[in-house]
C-alpha cells in the first residue's frame, strides 16, 4: 500500500456537504492556488543550456553530424521536423511545389515531440482517429483509438517519405538566427551547423512545448545518482522500450518529479519495475478514465472517403460548442463539453444573464472536478493517498489526463506519494529528494517538469528573428504581438509563423495546425506560381486584426479571471496571467477554433489575397 507524506490542509470531511458546496470549494481553491503562487513564475525554471546541457542531449543519434555547411538558396525553409513542418511540407507539395522546399529540425529524424517523447507508456491522449494528421492521405488506420508512441513516429515518417520531405530536410540541425535581407528579399537562416542558407518564404512551426525544462531546485546539481528528463528519456539506464520491459530498475529507488501529463503515463510503468517508486507531486493532475481499445478491422474498412476529415470537424466542433447531430469521437474531452453545452442551452432557455451563466458553469466545473475526486477515492486503497491526490482546481487549468493505471499504481505495495502540498521539492542532495526536511534516498531522478511555455518567443523557440531594417522581432513586439491570422507580421516579408496566439487553439493541437499549414501553403503556393518575391502584410489589414482580437478575443486557454483563480502552471503563465500590458495582445480569435476556420476559408475563397501586399 503507497503511503503519503504530506502536510495537512483542507479535507473533505470539513465540507458541509456530500452535495456541491459551492462556498467550501471556492475557498479551498483559492487556498490551493495561493499556497503555490511564487514571485519567481517561470524563472522558477533552469534553462538547459550550458552546465545542463546533457539534459537536452539527443539520446537517439549517434554522434554528431558531420558535413559542410551550406549557403545555398531554396523557396521555402521550414523550421522543425514535427507535426507543424511535416503538415506544412505536404501541404506545399499538394499545391504543386516539387522542390525547394527544407525542413530544418534539430532531432535526427521527422516527428517533433513524438520523436523526443519516447518515454515508456508514452501515447496521445486525443483520440488517434483525429490526432493523426493524413490518415487518409497515406492511407493508414491507427492500431488503437490511443496510439502509442512508436506508432505515431512512425507515421511520421511515413508522412516524410510520402510527400517526398527527407530528400531537402536537414536533421540535427537547430536554427539559431533568421533575418531578413533587404537587398535580396531572401532570409538568411543560419544554424548551429554553420549554415547560411537563403529562403525566398521561411515558415516557423517549432512548436510550443519543445524545450525541457528542470526546476531550480537548489542542490540539483549535487545528485550523485543518475538523472534524467522524461523527453529524452535514457533506455541505457532503464533498459527497455516504449513498450515498457524497464528491467535496468529492478532494485533501483526511482523518484520522478513532476505529475503532469506526462508523469500520468510514465509513472505506471516506472512503478512496475523499481524497487521503490517515489513520486513528489506539487499539484495532483485531474485523471479520468481513458477507454483505449484496439480498433475494430471491420470497422476501419468500413470507413467512407472524407471520414478523416468529417471526424476531425465533428470533434473541434464540439469542443467549439458546435451542435453535431452525433459526437463521433465519444470520450472524456466531449464529454466534458457537452455536458457545459448542456448548461448553456439550459441558461439561454431560462434567459440568464451572463454572471448567471457563469455561475452555472462554475456549478458545472465543480460537479465535473467531484466526478474526478471520486474516482480518486473508488480506486486508491490509502484515504490520506486519495485525498493528497485529488485535484482542487477549476478543470481547464491544467491539461485534462484519461488513465487507466496511474491512479492504481499508487495501490502498489512499493509506491510512495510525497506529496509537498504545494510547494515542490524543497532540496535535492547528492543522496536524493528532501521535502519537509525528510530526504528521499535515489538511484535515480526522473524530471517530468515539462517544457518552457514561455511568452518570450526567445525563451521558447530559442532563436531570434529580425525583419526589414534589422529590428528584431522581440523590438517589434515590445508593445504587443501584431498579426494577420496569427501567422504574418508586417515588417517580417514572408515570413509564416505556426502558433496559436491571435489565432486558436483546441484540444486536438493537430487539427489547427493543419488549418495553419494548409492556409501557409495556399499563400506561398499563389507566390510561388505567380512569380510572387515579397509578401507582406497591409498595415491596415494587420491593424484591423489586432484590433478584433485586443478588442474582444480570449487569452489563451480560459478568460483572464478565470486563468487569475487557476492554481499555477503553464496554462497561466505560473500564476502570473495577464502580468504585462502586452498579454492581451496574446489572446485568441473570439469565435473560437471553427469561426477562425471560418475566416480563413472565406479569406482564401475571395481569391486575391486581401490585406496582403505583393511585390513580384
Ligand atoms: P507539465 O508542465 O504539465 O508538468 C510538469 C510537472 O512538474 C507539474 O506536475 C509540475 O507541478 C511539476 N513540477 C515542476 N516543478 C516542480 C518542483 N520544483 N517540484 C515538484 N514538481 C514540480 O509537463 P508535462 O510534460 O507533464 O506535460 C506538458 C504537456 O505536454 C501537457 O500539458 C500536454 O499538452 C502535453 N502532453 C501530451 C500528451 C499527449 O498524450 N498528447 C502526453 C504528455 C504530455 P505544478 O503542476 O505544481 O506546476
Request: net charge negative; with cysteine.
Given at each position: 500500500m503507497a503511503t503519503v507524506k504530506r502536510a495537512s490542509r483542507n479535507t473533505a470531511?470539513?465540507?458541509?456537504?456530500?452535495?456541491?458546496?459551492r462556498d467550501w470549494l471556492r475557498r479551498m481553491y483559492r487556498e490551493e492556488r495561493d499556497k503555490r503562487l511564487r514571485p519567481d513564475g517561470n524563472d522558477?525554471?533552469?534553462?538547459?543550456?550550458?552546465?545542463?546541457a546533457k539534459y537536452i542531449e539527443?539520446?537517439?543519434?549517434?554522434g554528431c553530424l558531420g558535413r559542410e555547411p551550406l549557403s545555398d538558396l531554396v523557396d521555402v525553409v521550414v523550421v522543425g521536423g514535427g507535426f507543424g513542418g511535416l503538415l506544412t511540407g505536404a501541404r506545399l507539395r499538394e499545391t504543386g511545389?516539387?522542390?525547394g522546399v527544407r525542413l530544418i529540425e534539430k532531432?535526427?529524424?521527422?516527428?517533433g515531440t513524438w520523436y523526443w517523447n519516447r518515454?515508456?507508456?508514452?501515447?496521445?491522449?486525443?483520440e488517434s482517429y483525429v490526432y493523426l494528421p493524413l490518415l487518409e492521405e497515406i492511407g493508414y488506420v491507427p492500431k488503437e483509438k490511443y496510439a502509442h508512441a512508436p506508432e505515431i513516429l512512425a507515421h511520421s515518417r511515413a508522412i516524410g517519405e510520402h510527400y517526398d520531405l527527407y530528400r531537402d530536410a536537414l536533421f540535427q540541425t537547430e536554427v539559431i538566427e533568421l533575418r531578413w535581407d533587404d537587398t535580396s528579399d531572401r532570409w538568411i537562416v543560419s544554424t548551429n551547423r554553420g549554415d547560411a542558407i537563403r529562403a525566398r518564404f521561411v515558415v516557423t512551426?517549432?512548436?510550443?512545448?519543445h524545450r525541457p525544462k528542470l526546476p531550480?531546485?537548489?542542490?540539483?546539481?549535487?545528485?550523485k545518482g543518475h538523472s534524467f528528463h522524461t523527453s529524452r528519456w535514457d533506455y541505457a539506464y532503464t533498459g527497455g522500450t516504449c513498450e515498457g520491459?524497464?528491467?535496468?530498475?529492478?532494485g533501483k529507488r526511482v523518484g520522478v518529479i513532476g505529475t503532469g501529463a506526462t508523469a500520468v503515463q510514465v509513472v505506471p510503468q516506472v512503478g512496475k519495475w523499481a524497487e521503490h517508486l517515489y513520486v513528489f507531486q506539487r499539484t495532483p493532475s485531474g485523471v479520468d478514465v481513458r477507454g483505449n481499445r484496439p480498433t475494430d478491422p471491420e470497422w476501419a474498412a468500413s470507413l467512407p472517403p472524407g471520414w478523416s476529415k468529417r471526424r476531425k470537424e465533428n470533434f473541434t466542433n464540439l469542443l467549439s460548442g458546435v451542435p453535431e447531430?452525433?459526437?463521433?469521437?465519444?470520450d472524456g474531452w466531449t464529454d466534458i463539453v457537452a455536458r457545459m453545452m448542456a448548461r448553456v442551452r439550459n441558461a439561454d432557455a431560462e434567459g440568464l444573464t451572463p454572471e448567471g451563466l457563469a455561475e452555472m458553469m462554475e456549478m458545472a466545473d465543480f460537479e465535473k472536478m467531484d466526478q474526478i475526486r471520486a474516482r480518486v477515492d473508488s480506486i486508491v486503497e490509502d484515504k490520506s493517498t486519495a485525498e493528497a491526490l485529488k485535484p482542487y482546481y477549476r478543470q481547464f487549468c491544467k491539461r485534462p489526463c484519461f488513465h487507466d493505471e496511474y491512479l492504481q499504481t499508487?495501490?502498489?505495495?512499493n509506491a510512495t506519494l510525497v506529496d509537498t502540498?504545494?510547494?515542490?521539492?524543497e532540496r535535492i542532495t547528492e543522496r536524493g529528494c528532501v521535502v519537509d526536511d525528510v530526504e528521499y534516498e535515489l538511484d535515480c531522478i526522473i524530471y517530468a517538469t515539462g517544457f518552457e511555455v514561455s511568452p518570450d518567443h526567445v525563451r521558447r523557440g530559442g532563436f531570434e528573428l529580425y525583419g526589414r531594417e534589422g529590428v528584431s522581432l522581440t523590438e517589434h513586439w515590445a508593445d504587443g504581438m501584431r498579426t494577420l491570422h496569427g501567422m504574418q507580421t508586417r515588417g517580417f516579408p514572408n515570413l509564416f509563423l505556426i502558433q496559436n496566439s491571435q489565432a486558436a487553439l483546441t484540444a486536438n493541437f493537430v487539427h489547427l495546425i493543419d488549418v495553419s499549414a494548409t492556409h501557409i501553403a495556399y499563400i506561398v503556393g499563389h507566390s510561388l506560381h505567380h512569380g510572387v518575391q515579397v509578401v507582406e502584410v497591409s498595415e491596415e489589414a494587420e491593424t484591423e486584426w489586432v484590433e478584433k482580437i485586443v478588442g474582444s478575443g480570449t487569452p489563451i486557454l480560459g478568460g483572464a479571471a478565470y486563468q487569475a483563480e487557476c492554481t499555477p502552471g503553464y496554462y497561466n503563465n505560473e500564476g502570473q496571467?495577464?502580468?504585462?500590458?502586452?498579454?492581451?495582445?496574446?489572446?485568441?480569435?473570439?469565435?473560437?477554433a471553427v469561426g477562425f476556420i471560418n475566416v480563413l476559408e472565406e479569406w482564401r475563397a475571395?481569391?486575391?489575397?486581401?490585406?496582403l501586399e505583393l511585390t513580384r
Amino acid at each position: 500500500m503507497a503511503t503519503v507524506k504530506r502536510a495537512s490542509r483542507n479535507t473533505a470531511e470539513q465540507r458541509s456537504s456530500p452535495a456541491v458546496d459551492r462556498d467550501w470549494l471556492r475557498r479551498m481553491y483559492r487556498e490551493e492556488r495561493d499556497k503555490r503562487l511564487r514571485p519567481d513564475g517561470n524563472d522558477q525554471y533552469i534553462d538547459m543550456s550550458g552546465e545542463y546541457a546533457k539534459y537536452i542531449e539527443d539520446p537517439h543519434v549517434e554522434g554528431c553530424l558531420g558535413r559542410e555547411p551550406l549557403s545555398d538558396l531554396v523557396d521555402v525553409v521550414v523550421v522543425g521536423g514535427g507535426f507543424g513542418g511535416l503538415l506544412t511540407g505536404a501541404r506545399l507539395r499538394e499545391t504543386g511545389i516539387t522542390s525547394g522546399v527544407r525542413l530544418i529540425e534539430k532531432g535526427g529524424d521527422f516527428g517533433g515531440t513524438w520523436y523526443w517523447n519516447r518515454y515508456p507508456g508514452a501515447m496521445c491522449d486525443v483520440e488517434s482517429y483525429v490526432y493523426l494528421p493524413l490518415l487518409e492521405e497515406i492511407g493508414y488506420v491507427p492500431k488503437e483509438k490511443y496510439a502509442h508512441a512508436p506508432e505515431i513516429l512512425a507515421h511520421s515518417r511515413a508522412i516524410g517519405e510520402h510527400y517526398d520531405l527527407y530528400r531537402d530536410a536537414l536533421f540535427q540541425t537547430e536554427v539559431i538566427e533568421l533575418r531578413w535581407d533587404d537587398t535580396s528579399d531572401r532570409w538568411i537562416v543560419s544554424t548551429n551547423r554553420g549554415d547560411a542558407i537563403r529562403a525566398r518564404f521561411v515558415v516557423t512551426a517549432s512548436g510550443p512545448l519543445h524545450r525541457p525544462k528542470l526546476p531550480g531546485i537548489p542542490g540539483i546539481k549535487s545528485f550523485k545518482g543518475h538523472s534524467f528528463h522524461t523527453s529524452r528519456w535514457d533506455y541505457a539506464y532503464t533498459g527497455g522500450t516504449c513498450e515498457g520491459n524497464l528491467t535496468g530498475l529492478t532494485g533501483k529507488r526511482v523518484g520522478v518529479i513532476g505529475t503532469g501529463a506526462t508523469a500520468v503515463q510514465v509513472v505506471p510503468q516506472v512503478g512496475k519495475w523499481a524497487e521503490h517508486l517515489y513520486v513528489f507531486q506539487r499539484t495532483p493532475s485531474g485523471v479520468d478514465v481513458r477507454g483505449n481499445r484496439p480498433t475494430d478491422p471491420e470497422w476501419a474498412a468500413s470507413l467512407p472517403p472524407g471520414w478523416s476529415k468529417r471526424r476531425k470537424e465533428n470533434f473541434t466542433n464540439l469542443l467549439s460548442g458546435v451542435p453535431e447531430p452525433e459526437d463521433l469521437v465519444g470520450d472524456g474531452w466531449t464529454d466534458i463539453v457537452a455536458r457545459m453545452m448542456a448548461r448553456v442551452r439550459n441558461a439561454d432557455a431560462e434567459g440568464l444573464t451572463p454572471e448567471g451563466l457563469a455561475e452555472m458553469m462554475e456549478m458545472a466545473d465543480f460537479e465535473k472536478m467531484d466526478q474526478i475526486r471520486a474516482r480518486v477515492d473508488s480506486i486508491v486503497e490509502d484515504k490520506s493517498t486519495a485525498e493528497a491526490l485529488k485535484p482542487y482546481y477549476r478543470q481547464f487549468c491544467k491539461r485534462p489526463c484519461f488513465h487507466d493505471e496511474y491512479l492504481q499504481t499508487f495501490n502498489r505495495p512499493n509506491a510512495t506519494l510525497v506529496d509537498t502540498n504545494g510547494k515542490g521539492v524543497e532540496r535535492i542532495t547528492e543522496r536524493g529528494c528532501v521535502v519537509d526536511d525528510v530526504e528521499y534516498e535515489l538511484d535515480c531522478i526522473i524530471y517530468a517538469t515539462g517544457f518552457e511555455v514561455s511568452p518570450d518567443h526567445v525563451r521558447r523557440g530559442g532563436f531570434e528573428l529580425y525583419g526589414r531594417e534589422g529590428v528584431s522581432l522581440t523590438e517589434h513586439w515590445a508593445d504587443g504581438m501584431r498579426t494577420l491570422h496569427g501567422m504574418q507580421t508586417r515588417g517580417f516579408p514572408n515570413l509564416f509563423l505556426i502558433q496559436n496566439s491571435q489565432a486558436a487553439l483546441t484540444a486536438n493541437f493537430v487539427h489547427l495546425i493543419d488549418v495553419s499549414a494548409t492556409h501557409i501553403a495556399y499563400i506561398v503556393g499563389h507566390s510561388l506560381h505567380h512569380g510572387v518575391q515579397v509578401v507582406e502584410v497591409s498595415e491596415e489589414a494587420e491593424t484591423e486584426w489586432v484590433e478584433k482580437i485586443v478588442g474582444s478575443g480570449t487569452p489563451i486557454l480560459g478568460g483572464a479571471a478565470y486563468q487569475a483563480e487557476c492554481t499555477p502552471g503553464y496554462y497561466n503563465n505560473e500564476g502570473q496571467p495577464n502580468n504585462t500590458p502586452q498579454a492581451r495582445y496574446r489572446a485568441m480569435y473570439s469565435g473560437g477554433a471553427v469561426g477562425f476556420i471560418n475566416v480563413l476559408e472565406e479569406w482564401r475563397a475571395q481569391g486575391d489575397l486581401p490585406g496582403l501586399e505583393l511585390t513580384r
